[in-house]
Structures are given as structure tokens and as C-alpha cells.
């Protein structure tokens, strides 16, 4: 059984920034997960510029997903990347990392 496996920009904006959230959690210190998590936004901007430098107005239409998540109550899940989605993706990536900066030495008494 052959099977293409790719990434795409959506794919790589939703996933990357669950996993690195998810490897937050194995951090025991808190300058650590503060630099991950600087650093992970980092690379999820980088993904976002990509994504609008690289993808062109024609190929939007192409990245869609759209999955029948439960049919006997026609419950569905469906990621679409167009354009408003892309700016609003951008101002999201650029808003991260200025919000890890600007907090990056506050100090929290009970984080949990």
C-alpha cells in the first residue's frame, strides 16, 4: 500500500503548534518552557510567512480539508486556508512571540 504522505502549510500551522505545546510539558524549569515557547512561536511565524510568500492566489482553492467526523449526525470537521484566513493566521503568529517577549520576565507565584 503506497501512500504520499505531505505536508501542507495548514497541516504544518495546526500541528506544529500542538506538539511543541505538548513537549512544553515535559519541562521541569520555568526559563525552559518560557524559551520554548518564544522559540516555537518563532517557528510558527516562520511557517505563517512562508505560507503567504509561497503559496499562490490560485492554489488557496487547493487547501482545504474537509472531514465526516461523525455522519449519522452530519457532524463534520473542515480547515480552509484562504485569504482572510491567511492574514488573520499572520496577525496571530506575529502576536505570539510579542506576548513571550513583553512577559518573558514576569514571575508566577502558582503557574497551575
Known amino acids: 500500500m503506497d501512500q504520499n504522505i505531505s505536508v501542507t502549510f495548514p497541516h504544518a500551522l495546526i500541528f506544529f503548534p500542538l ?10 524549569k520555568d526559563a525552559a518552557v518560557k524559551s520554548w515557547a518564544l522559540l516555537s512561536s518563532i ?9 503567504m510568500l509561497y503559496v499562490s492566489n490560485k492554489a488557496l482553492s487547493g487547501l482545504a480539508f474537509n472531514y465526516e467526523w461523525l455522519k449519522y449526525i452530519g457532524a463534520s ?7 482572510m484566513g491567511r492574514v488573520l493566521t499572520l496577525l496571530t503568529a506575529i502576536s505570539f512571540p510579542i506576548i513571550f517577549v513583553a512577559t518573558y520576565t514576569n514571575k508566577y507565584k502558582n503557574a497551575n
Open 19 to 28: 506538539l511543541a505545546g505538548l513537549i512544553t510539558f515535559l519541562f521541569k
Open 43 to 51: 517557528i510558527t511565524l516562520c511557517i505563517s510567512l512562508a505560507s
Open 77 to 83: 470537521f473542515s480547515v480552509s486556508f484562504d485569504g
